[in-house]
């Protein structure tokens, strides 16, 4: 399934490289190599020792530097957390909740941050402003049920209407006042790590990543502070970016050619009507500097969306010049400065017409689809139909071999945990005080109510609300149970056989799908080699941080049921795995990318035994239509070692541009 390998690169104790031409169509391999004791594969200490900390004696060091957790409910360790914190530059207040997914402790503290793409440099600082502005959201929520609270107290019952909080803005204040701005510096032309067709979803991700610093003014220009060095023989100011986003009545976008109407002189109230004359002055005498200079400008055009979550897009559309301006009488009257920008040539194909997207156009029905060879491959089981489709093979095939189910099932010699006694809430869990499902997740609840729930920040474990518990099913501490919310495919892929994508926006932190399957115990599974579908359970190790997985303590309190005697000495591979190799969901055929924009997360609703929690899929970023949906499947690199005595190693196909080139 979703990986294709035509070969197996195999290496001796020798360090002789053999490779072995296999036939492995349709196989995908999940989180398993280091991280389990499948019956053919064991451990290469040695490399997994110098993967986690150079020699056997730095290993030891680190963990004795961290604190084990205690028996009893208790909070993350201290020392854990600033150690972490400190390599990782940011705590959950100040935003770190996902700028690390995707990113492995141990290459932090080799210290490889340099060696990181300019994609993913942006990916992260666009997670780093989600999760400031899921934390906001989550203040201005409780700032709105506080609000009221004191309404209904009131004797009359007159609602008072208190000023509105933009989340956004605050979320940009932080970034900057923390020093996490990528660019903070205006430049000119094109900005590392933003591609043409790169897509935001509001104007304040351009002022985070330092794109466009405006969050309401058309043109980002460079003021005369930048007057100084090579720059000292422009004329300023110098104009460097323009959003095209239908604010002026006056606006024309011809794709190629962009007429646009100069900034000031409307009334800001959204009907884009004129009313006074506009001044050749800031961003108008820029845009005229940049003409005659002959400096080309950013052009970013917003689109109203209807899928997208915050209502609207904004796509980069390229490098233009500014060829032309002139003053004229607008339609209200007044006098309004026009510039005409043509686009530089050679650039990659423009993705808006007429603000309309024109590359890859997502099918308005099932009857649309190209290549499709499989109307429904949950066979009605889902709300929502997930069809496969085939552009690749010749003739086109639909993926077989697997029997659809929805939910986890459970292996005979597996025993679950009786349910655990849940919250007293009624209705929807409201008061993090109370509610005792918020109080084991560090007195907080883990979603914002927002776009029907959304993961604030990624956890150790996930405590939602279950069976026992008094609320309902509409409770916001149940969105990870609430089934699939978006439309999704299943496609053929050239080198990766299988892979999903969805036709909706997704907006960072919104639940993707559970990992379903065989939840069996990891002795009786099949090794990588044999089954590419095994996905370890590996909460416990994730929060002790072994084997080079990411440390996720956060403020979670884990019951003491949480542990077995055994668990709270020492922690080695999972004990328990979910096989989809022959049974599973939409999850198994999701790729791996080493620059991944979905994230794992273990939940706990019906028990508190960590060691069978589910496996859920998270948005690591805002996802735009048609983008293929992937995680990182978090091998460590030669720890995989066969029966023969050979390390096995498989390559990676994943095309990020910080791509490994290996999957272990």
């Known amino acids: 399934m979703p990986y294709f390998l035509d070969r197996l690169i195999m290496t001796n104790a020798n360090g002789e490289v053999h490779l072995e031409n296999m036939e492995l169509e349709d196989s995908g391999s999940r989180r398993r190599s280091a991280r389990t004791k499948g019956k053919k594969v064991c451990y290469n200490e040695k490399i997994v020792m110098s993967t986690c900390g150079g020699t056997p004696q730095k290993k030891q060091t680190k963990q004795q530097s961290s604190k084990k957790p205690k028996p009893a409910a208790v909070s993350a360790s201290k020392v854990s957390e600033e150690m972490v914190t400190s390599i990782l530059n940011g705590t959950p207040e100040e935003g770190g909740g996902l700028l690390g997914l995707g990113f492995q402790l141990e290459e932090v503290e080799a210290g490889n941050l340099a060696e990181k793409?300019?994609?993913?440099?942006?990916?992260?600082t666009l997670r780093a402003f989600n999760s400031y502005y899921l934390h906001f959201i989550q203040e201005e929520e409780k700032r709105c049920k506080s609000a009221e609270e004191k309404t209904k107290k009131k004797p009359n019952g007159t609602l008072v209407k208190s000023p509105h909080k933009r989340p956004d803005l605050k979320a940009i204040s932080k970034m900057q006042a923390t020093g996490r701005v990528l660019y903070p510096e205006k430049q000119f032309g094109v900005i590392p790590g933003v591609d043409?067709?790169?897509?935001?979803?509001?104007?304040?991700?351009?002022?985070?990543?330092?794109?466009?610093?405006h969050w309401l003014s058309g043109i980002d220009y460079m003021g005369q502070k930048y007057c100084k060095g090579e720059l000292s023989k422009y004329t300023f100011p110098l104009?460097?970016?323009?959003?095209?986003?239908g604010q002026y009545e006056d606006d024309l976008d011809n794709s190629e050619d962009v007429i646009y109407t100069g900034q000031g002189g409307n009334n800001l109230?959204?009907?884009?009507?004129?009313v006074e004359d506009q001044k050749m002055l800031r961003g108008n005498l820029a845009l005229k500097n940049s003409m005659l200079e002959e400096l080309p400008v950013r052009v970013i055009r917003g689109h109203s969306s209807k899928s997208s979550y915050v209502g609207r897009v904004y796509t980069y559309d390229g490098l233009y010049n500014v060829v032309k301006y002139w003053a004229e009488k607008g339609i209200s009257g007044h006098t309004v400065f026009k510039f005409r920008l043509k686009r530089l040539e050679g650039q990659p194909e423009l993705t808006t017409s007429q603000v309309q997207f024109?590359?890859?156009?997502?099918?308005?029905?099932?009857?649309?689809?190209?290549?499709?060879?499989?109307?429904?491959?949950?066979?009605?089981?889902?709300?929502?139909?997930?069809?496969?489709?085939?552009?690749?093979?010749?003739?086109?095939?639909?993926?077989?071999?697997?029997?659809?189910i929805r939910f986890v099932k459970v292996a005979d010699n597996v025993k679950i945990p009786a349910p655990t006694i849940g919250c007293g809430c009624t209705g929807s869990c409201v008061d993090p005080k109370s509610c005792a499902c918020a109080r084991l997740n560090g007195s907080d609840f883990p979603y914002v109510q927002k776009d029907g729930g959304r993961l604030i920040e990624a956890?150790?474990?996930?405590?939602?609300?279950?069976?026992?518990?008094?609320?309902g099913s509409a409770c916001v501490n149940r969105t990870s149970q609430k089934g699939l919310r978006y439309r999704f495919e299943v496609f053929r892929t050239p080198k990766k056989g299988w892979g999903v994508r969805s036709w909706d926006y997704i907006p960072a932190g919104a639940p993707i799908c559970e990992y379903t399957g065989i939840l069996k115990k990891s002795d009786d599974a099949d090794s990588v080699l044999e089954n590419n579908f095994i996905f370890d359970i590996d909460c416990l190790q994730t929060m002790k941080g072994l084997d080079g997985r990411e440390m996720r303590l956060r403020d979670v309190s884990i019951p003491s049921e949480g542990f077995s005697e055994k668990e709270k000495v020492?922690?080695?591979a999972p004990e328990f795995c979910i096989d989809a190799g022959l049974t599973g969901n939409v999850a198994r055929f999701i790729n791996h990318s080493c620059e991944p924009n979905l994230f794992v997360q273990c939940v706990l609703s019906c028990h508190h035994d960590i060691k069978l929690a589910r496996v859920m899929l998270f948005a690591a970023d805002n996802i735009p239509p048609l983008q293929e949906l992937t995680y990182d499947y978090g091998y460590a690199l030669d720890s995989v070692i066969g029966e023969d005595g050979k390390v096995k190693q498989m390559a990676c196909h994943c095309g990020a541009p910080g791509c490994r080139k290996r999957l272990f």
């Not at 043409?196 to 610093?213: C, D, L, T």
């Open 358 to 404: 024109y590359r890859g156009r997502v099918p308005d029905t099932i009857a649309d689809v190209r290549g499709l060879v499989c109307a429904d491959i949950s066979e009605g089981q889902e709300d929502i139909p997930i069809p496969a489709t085939n552009l690749v093979d010749d003739p086109p095939v639909p993926p077989t071999g697997f029997k659809y």
């Open 117 to 124: 793409s300019d994609n993913l440099k942006v990916k992260e």
């Open 459 to 471: 956890k150790a474990v996930v405590f939602e609300c279950g069976p026992k518990c008094s609320c």
């Open 239 to 245: 104009a460097v970016a323009i959003v095209m986003s």
């Open 570 to 572: 020492v922690a080695g």
């Open 269 to 274: 109230l959204g009907d884009k009507k004129q």
């Open 196 to 213: 043409v067709g790169h897509q935001f979803f509001s104007r304040a991700e351009m002022v985070a990543v330092g794109f466009h610093s």
